[in-house]
């Protein structure tokens, strides 16, 4: 079982940045692939980052390329999201996932997301 907790979320104007943080209760070995996801009202969950946890493999999903930057701290077992230049499309629920797909090469799909986070608020004013 693997438990994760967000934190960081908030509100901000457009061209500001967040940084969320993910806390995960399990060793690497449980969540080789860790993802941020997003969820707008009315919208279906989106993937915008993802990091291969036994490597440096990361992936953006376009609208967040050179915006958002994806990291990690093993030794804490802590999964970031460095979030800049926001604007009011960022704003959305944003969940911190974990599968136990190896994604060295590929990003995996939701489905393959075992283990969620509650969940955490990001608004951007215009």
């Known amino acids: 079982q693997v438990q994760l907790v967000e934190s960081g979320g908030g509100s901000v104007q457009t061209g500001g940045s967040l940084r969320l943080s993910c806390a995960a209760s399990?060793?690497?070995?449980?969540?080789?692939?860790m993802g941020w996801f997003r969820q707008a009202p009315g919208k279906e969950r989106e993937g915008v980052a993802g990091?291969?946890?036994?490597?440096?493999?990361?992936y953006y999903s376009d609208s967040v390329k050179g915006r958002f930057t994806i990291s990690q701290d093993n030794a804490k077992n802590m999964i970031y999201l460095q979030m800049d230049s926001l604007k009011p499309e960022d704003t959305a629920t944003y969940y911190c996932?974990?599968?136990?797909?190896?994604?060295?090469?590929?990003?995996?799909?939701?489905?393959?997301?075992?283990?969620w986070g509650q969940g955490t608020q990001v608004t951007v004013s215009s």
């Open positions: 399990a060793h690497t070995y449980m969540r080789e692939c």
């Open positions: 990091i291969y946890t036994g490597g440096s493999s990361k």
């Open positions: 996932a974990a599968s136990n797909v190896v994604c060295r090469e590929f990003f995996p799909a939701r489905s393959y997301f075992n283990y």
